[in-house]
């Protein structure tokens, strides 16, 4: 079965701090990938995507992804993170349903910044 | 509100009782999806409706769970028999199109089995 892993359930990291969180996904076919972030009280929102083109895609809040075909990665990075990027981090990938797609989300990683 | 809206944002129930969440999704949004997440877990799919498509069905825990959708309007998930490993919270995201779309949540409804 189709399946997204992010190895890194709980970071913890001091304001500048570099980031970079895993995700790793089975499904061979034409990728879509996603980030999607949980603030703490808010809903679930895109961070960034990638469909095609160049493998490294940038997002909102300074945030970067970059898509490697051959290692069946789509890690998430920021140079310096701040307190306010303290969320919960989910890496998604659509993969084939009965008539169209649908995504499938990784287990999530917890980022806790401290200042 | 032009968001997608949960009701309730709370429940709790007894063991053994059926409980029914709601979702209003996005006008014009076609594909509707259900997630269940539990504490300190990620999303699990439940289910998926695109449009008048069959939905899929394929992430639904057991036949105690059930959900309807009619064309693009409200969906509702119905839990029957609740059992305490069903306390999570249950969230709803639309999308405009088919699944590489990006996805527009809910604030989710928390459900706790007592």
């Known amino acids: 079965a189709q399946s997204v892993s992010q190895h890194n359930h709980h970071v913890i990291l001091s304001e500048a701090a570099s980031l970079e969180l895993g995700c790793n996904y089975s499904y061979g076919g034409t990728v879509n990938l996603f980030w999607y972030v949980q603030y703490p009280g808010q809903h679930l929102q895109l961070l960034l995507k990638?469909?095609?083109?160049?493998?490294l895609v940038k997002g909102i809040k300074g945030f970067e992804a970059e898509f490697i075909k051959s290692k069946f990665s789509f890690n998430l990075r920021k140079p310096s993170v701040q307190w306010s990027d303290t969320a919960e981090y989910f890496c998604?990938?659509?993969?084939?349903?009965?008539?169209?797609?649908?995504?499938?989300f990784g287990t999530g990683t917890r980022l806790q910044v401290f200042p | 509100g032009a968001g997608v809206s949960q009701s309730p944002s709370n429940k709790v129930t007894e063991k053994g009782k059926d409980v029914e969440l709601r979702c209003d999704p996005i006008s014009g949004h076609t594909a509707l999806y259900w997630y269940r997440q539990r504490l300190g877990q990620g999303l699990e799919f439940l289910i998926y409706f695109q449009g008048n498509s069959a939905p899929d069905k394929s992430g639904l825990p057991s036949d105690r769970f059930s959900a309807e959708r009619t064309g693009e309007s409200v969906s509702t998930l119905t839990i029957q028999r609740t059992q305490q490993e069903d306390s999570a919270v249950y969230l709803c995201a639309t999308t405009p199109g088919g699944g590489a779309d990006t996805q527009y949540f809910g604030p989710g409804t928390r459900l706790t089995v007592l």
């Open positions: 998604a990938v659509p993969v084939p349903s009965y008539n169209t797609d649908k995504l499938i």
């Open positions: 990638y469909f095609s083109g160049d493998p």
